[in-house]
């Protein structure tokens, strides 16, 4: 059974197969969704040798794109990481994962408010900064809920998880709600510093889940 | 063959798991391509700071998103549910289940209409909402022919489902039918209370769904 | 290994098992980015009281929604057979399945423009629906060239398939041409009954395959 | 175990398979996204007759989306290829993958941007086809990493793959960047040759990759 010579088997998906094909599903199309925000300016509203400076107005257009790219890619990596954790779903799993799904796929929303009102400033730019921020907290929530559960019933854990590592993980879940939270009251005063700390927490999560989120402690013998 | 030590096996996907492969996508698609509905309103439709208040103009889109998107969720896990138990696919079969995708990928437009015209009130958010209605109640349809056909052929089903359990599940799946049918007749005469009731049935479903429809009595030995 | 014993194994999909992942991909995201088409008149274009007659005016695009469905929805029914019957991929075949896609991608333009140009009538309609019919009748070539490369190379089929039955089912893949070809030319002088024909041709695929393209003479021992 | 004695076993993706799954959905989804950039004209902006002349006018837009196409068509199979060459993903490959995809999935937006500028010629036309032009030179970055990687862990690597093979193709992975560089710069003088050099580059690799690329020296046996 060496994987030079393939034993070609017909099988189904099992329970856990579908709930990840379908989550990878929405989370890919959310996120390739997002290139819908980067907008190509109508030809009629730009005078002709002017396309250059309309790209260029449209930076912060660029700044979300990628913020929200690497959210979205971010949340895959975990959520690859947290199916991997888990042996079975019981319909309570099954709706908090729609809800993290709901999140996802909300999220190209606010990046295109983002995308269209931060170069106005003012009232505006805060609004739709401030939305963007508040979406993200409560996307945090989900991922809670969904380990607090876990902790209570660690049967549905893979063997070699319990309940002292899904409480540990539950804790864990809760981290990012008061920096995106800290992150919406910003935008209210200062939307692109706000911006600006939407794509720093992304790359940030993204340089620290190097070596932590996604192969933690040698937990499947660095199988991811 | 324990979880700890993967056996690495090249396969190629059942009949069976490739109609989950489609379904699954276009369901995810479908649920995905809602978030358009949201609406960024454009630059120049918005008076310097009055973003805020253009979006709360738009709350009906908000009701309708999450009505649709918890539908689509729900059909989702049913469909899980239904395709667990069928051991493999004829063509009529086939045919029935592209036409319960015709009906899901098709949610997405009167979903848009709802969010688009309920705020006008009078006879065109009663149109929209009762087309939105209307779409639901036929959903329901290729559910019911499903399972009349499956208990014409026990065949098709897994091992421990015979004709007698597809009857039941037809005589269950028509259960939606009536309820979406008079919401539809009410979105005639009351557009804002039918919304209501689409947001209702949804989470009605969800709440009932957790001991119920996602793992009903034993049949997998709770292994879904 | 009984289905009510599962095995749970660790696997990658074969490189078939990829083909037919993307493949689904492409045409379940073509067949649900068609409601696209069907388009939300802009509330500042429906005089109030006016959104029924808005959306009868829009007639044709659901005919025409309704046949590129079910066209898309034949394709991937006999894209399924056909990957059943083939062993592994050479460049040649995954080029020919990339020029299939190509088509089946490009099946919502058409039809967008024949929802939007049939009810003017005239040279426009008749552009439009040609259109769609001619990029019918050409998705009918990699199909054709794809059983032409398994007839001169059958160590790629599955065993039970040889070069005869490749030169056969070559022969099949072009019947679908010259109706194509003929509404194509219909649609130059009479375009409604060009899109009548492309959703009767559909609709008679749909009828003739429950007994012949979906689940041909025992091949596979009934196992689709 | 033969292929027509078919073994149903229920599993879960290998890490790899999950890669696979997330990374061919943006791919598949990235590659339909092509099709809105084919744009219907507005029915009011074209005056009865001419629908013909309006379609012609935008040939721009028909060879960019034939160029963007194979492009990224030629990306998945070479992705099918690079993943059957890895055994497993730690962090760092997973961030490069993402970036990876993250060429992908923006890639409709140059595309966009040239079949909609590209007519208008001058310093527009070659702004839009430059851009397009940068993003293909930036997107062969991350393969270049992704082998470069490999060179350094050749432990990640399938068994038959070693620190020498992964130079080898880090090498090869770079031959894309100077080609598409030089088009860049001849898009700033000459929009409409850089246009033909996408799509003849596109159309190169297709052919050259029929007996290179996807199929290289006998690695696998020709399992592919």
Known sequence: ?????????????????????????????????????????????????????????????????????????????????????????????????????LGVATLPWPTALVAEYVQRGGADASAATALYGLIATLMALPWGFIWRHLADRPELLEPGYDAAYARAEWRRGFIGMPIYAIATVVALVLPLVALALYLGIALLYAVTSQGVAVAPAGATGGAS
């Open 1 to 101: 059974m060496a994987a030079t010579e393939p034993v070609e088997t017909e099988m189904r998906l099992s329970p856990t197969g579908r709930v990840e094909a379908f989550s990878d599903g929405v989370m890919a199309i959310a996120i390739t969704l997002l290139v819908l925000d980067l907008k190509v300016p109508p030809l009629d509203a730009v005078s002709p040798g002017g396309l250059v400076d309309a790209l260029l107005a449209r930076w912060a257009s660029y700044v979300a794109y990628l913020a929200a790219f690497l959210t979205i890619g971010i949340i895959w990596l975990n959520h690859r990481t947290l199916v991997d954790r888990i042996a079975r779903f019981d319909a309570r799993l099954h709706w908090l994962n729609l809800m993290l799904l």
